[in-house]
Structures are given as structure tokens and as C-alpha cells.
């Protein structure tokens, strides 16, 4: 296991190299720097070149490059344009409503994909595997925005259930066991909207594994000494069709990610996907790079989990 | 002679593959509506009652903002007093384009990067690989909207970024086929007799992978549909006043539309839908046509 997972992460260390490439790549191909941003125009050409200097601007890119690896090596990953903000506390203060909401929907996207993927699986070409077959088809055909926008439309304005946007309601002041209960009625449906398009992706996925586990010999033996429908499919059939799961569940993360940014952006979640999208508009580079090497990394560590649950829940999986 | 053979078997290979496209109901389906989707997209100026991009004039000179439809304006019109149904059709000529060409894009990327991956090997292969690795690891949507930011938004713009930053699966896909076919006896002999790199990827290689690639080209333009659906909403994409299905749909998200001028958000957002539900239907009916052992 352990020269697996030394392997494993060297990988994954050539991988962030060549991801803070590109990511340093873009910024460099980016019009205008940090100079021309924070700088006043009355300023003397003379001293500009001096404050570019001093700054290193002048360098050739790729001692940029290092100078600029070994800042985020020590956790400094610039300043904002927008705000002069440092890019860490900016990005960091962000943060915890992305994993609430990516966290709930993940779980509840993975729960409801592996009660339907088997539902449908025990029982297939019946009239609930066409509907879900049908639902999965059309969840994985809407643009997440416009589910946003028709649950809003349906539970928000029509029948007033729940909150249009945002992460609670401030001018509430809710404090303790209400805020919480505010909090979470403000995320019923930014969850909703994720869990709907990243099930249909992974239902899927899910049934055709069990179906392929169902018509192992293993099944038959199971089935022919007398063991129940119901323990053939969830002690055997379901336990070991999950190892194709959970690479996909590795691979559906970006997705889950990119879901983010506009569902964020529609409800008006206060989190990393929205700042994205804001900083995108306001050019502001560096905090828009510093998101991307996050969720290039958290892609990575998504990947590495994923490879490393394998190893561990199939015992026939030796790496060395 | 054996050149007939292998032809007649060819077209019974592609006539067991017709017939199995035909059974897949949802697929034929989805084919049809693409058919006429396209048609109106062809013909949008035709089609068209009004001017997409111009305050419309009904047949007694009627002028209506923000109306509901009505038998002058069937698909209602905007808060600026433009037809939605016009509009809705020139979308469907941009959105289409663009998921069409941008795919186009990444697949020959793709698939030309994989093809010479696979087929050279080595540090060729291990260097490409490893640089489709890093572009893969970040969510799709992040580096697309972050180059948007600094690159001018235009039609062809929106169309390189999404066709450049979305090769990676065809590169997969072409590079895995090619590691399959390189030792197969076929490609083998027509080294051993002499044929260039160029040609055997060109003549042995690449006509046998294609299956699996047209596949996936039908589901990446499904995919790139609803890319430019998406950077369009943010505001990042297509920008008015010309339409595409997404801007419509960013148009409309004031909550008063929303609430109450159902007209202008739920055709674009139907578009899109039935369109990209029409591709994933044809893309899997092509999967099974085939492949017919793949799926299921």
C-alpha cells in the first residue's frame, strides 16, 4: 500500500507542476499586470520602470515562474486587483458555503444515484427502469440553470417554500438553532438543482455496473443455495459493483465544481464558484487563477481519494 | 475479388449497424427532430415573422412591449419590444453553430494529438498525455470563463476557447483506440511493407477508430451546446444584441420576468433542452448501432 500511495501522490506532484503551467501560463498571456492596475497615471515613466524592477516584472518569464512558485509554496498568492485583498483570505472567506453546498449535494447526489442505479438494476426493462432511464436522459439534457430558474419559478415564487437566493436572510438576525434552520432552508434548492443534474449523470452508470455484477456466476451460486433477492443484490451485487462507482464518483468532482459556479451565480451563494465568476468580470487574475489552481487541486485530491478507496475496498487490487 | 468480398461484407456490417441504429426508437426520434431543428435554423430568415434584432411591427402596426403571446406576436415579445419567436430562431442558428464547430474543433485536436501519440509512443506520447492530465484537472468550466475574461467575447472567440479547452476525451479516446490497433497484424504488415507514419495513420488507423469517435463527437456537441448555453448566461459568451439560447435565458433573470413573463425564459430554455436531449438520444443509438455489445 505504501509505495501505492508514494507512487500515487508522485503522480499527483508532476500533475499540479504541470497545472500550475498552464495556470501561470494564462495569467502571463493575460493583457495588462498588476502594474497597470494599481498604478496612478501621473506617474514618471522612469519610475515606473524602477517600480517595475523592483517588483521583477522585467525578468524573463520563467524566473517569474520560480519567484512566483515559491510565494504560493508559502501560502502567499498575491493581491487582489480588485480589492488589494490578499488572495488567500479572500478566496478562504469563500469557502465554507462552496463545501456546504457541494458537500450536502454530494452526498445526497451519491445516495440517490445508488438507491436508483440498484432499484433499476433488480429490475430491469420495467416500467420504473425506462422512467429513470428517461429522467437520467433528460437531467443530464437540461442546462443546470434553467432547473435553477424552474425551481425558483415553482417553489419560490409560485408556491413560496423557499427562498429565492442567498445564504440566509440577514436582515432576519437569526442566531443559533434558528439560523441554522435558516441556513438550511436557503440551501434546499441551490442543493436540489446539483443533486438532480449529478445523479442523472451517475445513475447511469451505477445501474449498468450492478447489472453487470447481477449476471456474474457468483450471483447464480448466491441466488441457487437459497440467499433472498433483496441480500443477492445489496451483500453482493451492489458491494462489488461499487469499485467502477467510485472512480466515477473521482471523475464527477470537476463537474460537480463547474455546477457550482452557476448555481452560486443564480442563488446568489455567497461561495467560491460566484467569486469565480465576479472576478472574471472584474479581470482580476489573480484571484480568478488562485480558484482555478484550488479547484485543479481539489480535482487531484478527489482523484488520489478515489484511487486509494479502490485499493482499499478490492482486495484483489495489489499495486506495487 | 477479395476486394469485392470484403466490400459485400462491409455493407452487411453497415446494414446490421442501420438496423440496429433503426430500433433504437428514442434514437430515430432524436435524429428527426435534429433533422428539423436544423432545417429551421437554416432557414430562420425565412421563417422569421419580424426582425430579430429590431423593434417589431405587427400586420395592423401594432407595437407591444413585454406582451404575452398573442396572434400577431406568437411567442410574445421582449422588454424592448423585439419577437421572441425570431429571436428564439437566429438563437438556434448561433447556438447550434457553435456547438457544432466548436466540437468539430476539439475533435480534430483531439483526435490528431491521440493519433500521434498513440502511433509515435515514447516521450511524444508521455508528454501529450501528461499536458491533457493537467488541462483535464481543472473543472472545464473554470478555465473557460477565466480565458473569456481577457479575451475579446465574439462569436468565434466563444467557439475557439470551448474547441481548445475541451479536446481531452477525444485525445483519450483516439489514443486508446490506436494503442489497440498498433499491434494488430493489419497495421503491422502495412509497416512491414513499407508504409510511412503518415500513412498508416492515415490509411490503417485512423478509419478504424472512427467508430468510437463519432460517438463521441455526437455527445461533445451535445456538451458544447450547453457550454456556450452556460458562458452566455454568465455574460460571458454571445453578446447581445445578438441572440443565442443562453443569453436569452440571462435576459430573463430578473424576478419579475421570471414570475410573471414565462414567454421569455421557457423557449430558450426548452431549445436548449430538446435539442441537447435529441443529441444524448442519437449519441447512444450510435453507440449501440456500433457497438452493440458497449452499454447496457
Known sequence: MLPFLVNRLAQGAVILVLVSFVAFGITAAAPGNAMQTFIDPNIPPAELRAAQERLGLDRPIHVQYLRWVREVAQGNLGYSFRTGRPVAAFVGSRLGPTFLLMGTAFALTLVLALWLGTATAARPYTVLDYGVTGAAFAGISVPSFFTAMALVYLFSLRLGWFPTSGFEDYAAGHAGWRLFVDRLWHLVLPVTTLVLTGAAELVRHVRSAVLDEMRQDYVRTARSKGVGEGAVLRRHALRNSLLPVITLVGVSLPRLLAGSVIVETVFAWPGMGRLLVESVFARDYPVAMAINMLGAALVLLGSLLADVLYAVVDPRVRYS | ?296
Open chain 2, 1 to 296: 475479388m477479395t476486394a469485392a468480398v470484403a466490400s459485400a461484407a462491409g455493407a452487411e456490417r453497415r446494414g446490421r449497424a442501420w438496423r440496429r441504429f433503426g430500433r433504437h426508437k428514442p434514437g430515430v426520434v432524436g435524429a428527426v427532430v435534429l433533422v428539423l431543428l436544423a432545417a429551421t435554423a437554416v432557414l430562420a430568415p425565412w421563417l422569421a415573422p419580424y426582425d430579430p434584432y429590431d423593434l417589431a411591427m405587427g400586420p395592423n402596426g401594432e407595437i407591444a412591449f413585454a406582451a404575452p403571446p398573442s396572434p400577431a406576436f406568437r411567442m410574445g415579445t421582449d422588454s424592448v419590444g423585439r419577437d421572441v419567436l425570431s429571436r428564439l430562431l437566429f438563437a438556434g442558428r448561433v447556438s447550434l453553430t457553435i456547438g457544432l464547430v466548436a466540437a468539430t474543433v476539439a475533435m480534430t485536436l483531439g483526435g490528431a494529438l491521440g493519433l500521434i501519440a498513440g502511433h509515435y509512443g515514447g516521450t511524444v506520447d508521455r508528454v501529450v498525455s501528461r499536458f491533457a492530465d493537467a488541462v483535464s484537472t481543472f473543472p472545464a468550466l473554470f478555465l473557460i470563463l477565466t480565458v473569456s475574461s481577457f479575451v475579446a467575447p465574439s462569436i468565434v472567440n466563444v467557439i475557439v476557447i470551448i474547441g481548445f479547452l475541451s479536446w481531452m476525451p477525444a485525445f483519450r479516446l483516439m489514443r486508446a483506440e490506436v494503442l489497440k490497433l498498433r499491434s494488430t497484424d493489419f497495421v503491422e504488415a502495412a509497416g512491414a511493407v513499407g508504409a510511412g507514419d503518415v500513412r498508416v495513420m492515415r490509411r490503417h488507423l485512423l478509419p478504424n477508430a472512427v467508430g468510437p469517435i463519432v460517438v463521441q463527437a455526437t455527445l461533445g456537441v451535445a456538451e458544447a451546446i450547453l457550454t456556450e448555453s452556460a458562458l452566455s448566461f454568465l455574460g460571458l459568451g454571445v453578446q447581445p444584441p445578438v441572440a443565442s439560447w443562453g443569453n436569452m435565458l440571462a435576459d430573463a433573470r430578473s424576478i419579475t420576468v421570471l414570475q410573471s413573463q414565462p414567454w421569455l425564459w421557457l423557449p430558450p430554455g426548452v431549445a436548449i433542452f430538446v435539442t441537447v436531449l435529441s443529441i444524448n438520444f442519437l449519441g447512444d443509438a450510435l453507440r449501440d448501432a456500433i457497438n452493440p455489445r458497449a452499454g447496457r
